[in-house]
């Protein structure tokens, strides 16, 4: 091959091509019917939490994936069978069975980055506050991300959550949903730059 004429590369080689992030891609095959529908279906004290997922530059990732995992209101954890129901005609997922809560849930991002699930408030545990753990998978992330979800009134009365209290008041607030009118709390989560959502290592 030659270089292109207009190219100020030396004949006989290519002009090096802008870099691109490939995969890998988590929209494909890993979301299944109702993956944000942890609640059961018509359940009372259901709430709706939802975001975006941005990247540094405060620009949306469509392709992000969310998922959640989570005590139950009672703050036990569920032990009933999974959420994903297969059709024994064709194979495929039917989704969730609309009654059992199983405290998962997987939900892919949407054109504008965003996502939503409808699920109960998590009970304390283990000397945590209440919380929903969540694990963000994303093109470009070779590794996967875990952070948390507080909502505003556990925070209040569970100051001495030991990684609440590691945290610099300005960190904290990037684990704290907003809370919304009619049952709905807002958590963004911003991968890198300003305000980035404080992630966890774990060993």
Do not use: N
């Not at 070779?142 to 909502?151: C, N």
């Amino acid at each position: 091959m030659t270089a292109d004429a207009h190219s100020d590369a030396p004949a006989g080689t290519l002009p090096p091509t802008p870099s691109h992030t490939v995969g890998p891609f988590y929209g494909y095959a890993l979301p299944f019917p109702g993956g944000g529908d942890l609640a059961p279906a018509g359940h009372p004290e259901s709430v709706t939490v939802h975001g975006y997922v941005l990247d540094g530059a405060g620009a949306p990732v469509p392709d992000a994936l969310v998922e959640l995992w989570q005590t139950g209101p009672d703050g036990g954890l569920p032990r009933v069978p999974g959420a994903m129901r297969r059709d024994p005609v064709t194979g495929g997922f039917l989704g969730r069975d609309g009654v059992d809560f199983t405290g998962w849930g997987r939900i892919p991002t949407d054109a504008d980055g965003h996502w939503t699930a409808r699920t109960l408030l998590p009970g304390a545990r283990g000397g945590h506050a209440p919380h929903i753990a969540v694990c963000v998978f994303a093109r470009g992330l070779l590794h996967h991300l875990f952070t948390r979800i507080y909502f505003p009134r556990h925070t209040r009365a569970h100051g001495d959550d030991p990684l609440l209290a590691s945290l610099a008041p300005e960190r904290r607030e990037t684990l704290v949903a907003a809370a919304e009118p009619h049952g709905r709390y807002r958590f963004d989560i911003r991968l890198q730059g300003e305000r980035e959502t404080v992630f966890l290592d774990f060993h």
